[in-house]
């Protein structure tokens, strides 16, 4: 249990005991954990929905999901997602991009990036039903995760910060651990709904990785939550459809 540990002290804020920056074995035990981690990051918005569209209209009750999200992961991957989104577009060579991305301060295409990602995720949950939400949310954070484990396995590191590590650490056996352990849980999340989705998971792990390995060599940990951001946008979208669809979950049906 000690990667779970590992896992959960570098996704959420709970306060866990453990030495992520020094101990390599401990990040790569914690790789295979990623998707269930992040599950349980769904499972506790899609709880907060549920509890909200008591007394809320679906709007507000997923604005307040998404923000427990944001509360529970210190949202550490829209930060990545707003550094990508400054270095990106805003840097015209490899060298200004990385100076960017090791700039604390979000510019204009950060800010815009991380808003427009809010706007998908509250638009696409307030759009679907409290039973669907239980399904999709688990699903969505653990495939996202399991992209970013796919990208760590392809592409090499770029600079030496923990995102870094984590991608050194990241052997063939554990990353294959960690995309397995996503995509069960999204087949028994979505059944048949989930092959879509593995298929965008493993198209955003690649595609965002292989931007990032022209204009900066690798991927660093920025990186990694932008590719989880996008991710889990594009599957938040794709359970709207599956929702709107009737599609039957293997335990109940929507």
């Known amino acids: ?5 590992q896992a959960v002290a570098f996704f959420t804020r709970i306060p866990v005991k ?21 599950a349980a990051v769904g499972i506790v918005a899609a709880s907060v929905y549920n ?5 809320l209209p679906a709007i507000v009750s997923a604005t307040a999901a998404i923000s427990a999200g944001l509360v529970l992961t210190g949202a550490l991957h829209e930060d990545g997602l707003g550094d990508v989104a400054d270095a990106f577009w805003g840097g015209w060579e490899r060298e200004e991009r990385i100076r960017i991305l090791k700039d604390p301060h979000l510019g204009t ?18 759009s679907v039903s409290g039973e669907a939400a239980v399904a999709i949310l688990p699903a969505a954070h653990a495939l996202s995760r399991s992209a970013t ?58 595609g965002v ?27 938040l979208i794709l359970g709207v459809v599956a ?10 049906r929507i």
């Open 51 to 55: 509890a909200g569209l008591l007394v």
């Open 149 to 206: 484990i796919l990208s760590m396995a392809v592409f090499p590191p770029v600079g030496l910060g923990l995102g870094s590590s984590f991608v050194l650490s990241a052997t063939r056996p554990k990353a294959f651990v960690g995309m397995v352990g996503g995509v069960v849980i999204g087949v028994v999340a979505l059944g048949w709904w989930a092959v879509p989705g593995v298929a965008i998971a493993a198209l955003a792990g690649w």
């Open 243 to 252: 929702a709107t669809s009737g599609f039957a979950l293997p335990w109940w």
């Open 209 to 235: 990785g292989e931007v990032s390995r022209r204009k900066l060599g690798g991927v660093t940990g920025d990186v990694l939550g932008a590719t989880q951001q996008l991710t889990e946008v594009s599957l």
């Open 18 to 38: 453990t030495d992520l920056k020094n101990d390599q074995g401990a990040l790569a035990s914690s790789i295979p954990w990623f998707p269930v981690v992040g």
């Open 1 to 5: 249990m000690s990667g779970f540990r």
């Open 109 to 126: 295409y950060g800010v815009a990036a991380i808003a427009v990602s809010l706007l998908f995720r509250v638009g696409a949950l307030s």
